[in-house]
């Protein structure tokens, strides 16, 4: 069976088409620039064809997906014969609300329960709804599957996700914390419960996904206590142009000091912060990095390359808060089996795995710097010798757990 999975953004839309009887990627690609001028970039994976990437008019997000699956079928790009080899689409939507704790089979009542969450999310629902719409009306009668960004942290407990506002605005509102990135949360700490052994008796494990966006989860048992990302994505660490979490007060403050509106002082938060607010000049990790005169490859410093002061603290701000948010992990759990490095940065820096981990030394967790610095495209346990919890990495794979939720409602 094939499994085709979208990921909609506003003006963009990521897809992936999955051989699920052995999850092989056959092919996949991004539409950009949609509503705009437009661009597609298809990649065949399967069958020696070639990239096709140029630019196409793509004035709608239905327009984008009749040109990919125009590629998907066609004789010189194609990896499937015809429309009728898909056999089910799952949706990345990123806001389910306090109704979706997991994956739903997509039905008119359930896009009505996504519109409605558009108020809390109204960046991304709207874009993942698009998606879904262009879908139904170009690949008419395939199941479709709609899977939360947000439904692994519905186990959270009352007073994880309750803010301390008045209490009107979660009874009438919905206003509470939601968290996101709970596939990649999901999916790195069943795989690193499964290596453990872990996966029938107590454990306690916390996964930090620090990517582009990053956060933070408390698993326990399998099941997520509390996680760093709030109503938005815009709470907990810093990430690369968000701030994460500060003195809701800033946002007042900025306004006041550029004379422009809440909503421009939100922007600011959103877009212009995190580390390239410090930085100034990148808000990507290898930029950094090579600008705070480190080895982007090790971790380790390059002798004699010069340090920017201003990438240095960027650095030392990210690692020092995601550090902090670990300590209150930990109380939320009442201790500590492994902790979880996973995503574009989680994954592929060593240095911010070992800045981070240089604070949790006090508290008896640390990692081996040798097998830290060693590149690896799969799991790894990089834990210190004498440390008390267990330090791993572990890519995420999100279009795989959309692939693999899919089927099984399917089915
Ligand atoms: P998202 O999916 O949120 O857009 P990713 O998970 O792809 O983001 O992560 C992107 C981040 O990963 C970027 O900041 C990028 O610099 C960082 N990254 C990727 N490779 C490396 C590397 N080798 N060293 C440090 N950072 C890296």
Known sequence: MNVLVINAGSSSLKY???????????AKGLCDRIGLDGHLKHKPEANGKPVYDEDISLPTHAEAISAVIEKLTSDEYGVIESLSEINAVGHRVVQGGRKFSSSVLIND????????CVRLAPLHNPANLMGIRACQKNIPNVPQVAVFDTAFH????????????????????????????????????????????????SSKLITCHLGNGASLAAICDGKSIDTTMGVTPLEGVPMGTRSGSIDPSLVDIIASIEGTSLKDSMDVLNKKSGVLGIFG??????????????DINTGFEKEGAPVDEK???????????????IGAYIVALGGLDALIFTAGIGENSPYVRRAVCKHLEGIGI????????????DYLDVTGKDSKSKVLVVP????????????????
């Open 396 to 411: 995420t794979n999100e279009e795989l757990v959309i692939a693999r939720d899919t089927i099984e409602i399917v089915k």
């Open 311 to 325: 990438a240095k603290l960027a650095l030392d701000v990210f690692a020092y808060q995601v550090a902090k948010f």
């Open 109 to 116: 009542e359930v896009v009505a329960a996504i519109e409605d």
């Open 16 to 26: 992936q088409l999955f051989n699920m009887d052995n999850e092989k990627i056959l």
């Open 154 to 201: 519905n186990s959270m407990p009352q007073h994880a996700y309750t803010y301390p506002i008045p209490y009107k605005y979660f009874e009438e509102n919905d206003i509470r914390r939601y968290g996101f990135h709970g596939t990649s949360h999901r999916y790195v700490s069943d795989i690193a419960l499964d290596r453990l052994g872990l996966k029938s008796g």
């Open 281 to 294: 000049k990148s808000s990507d990790f290898r930029d950094i990095e090579t600008a705070a005169g480190m």
């Open 366 to 377: 640390c990692l081996d710097e040798n097998v830290n610095a060693v590149r690896a495209s």
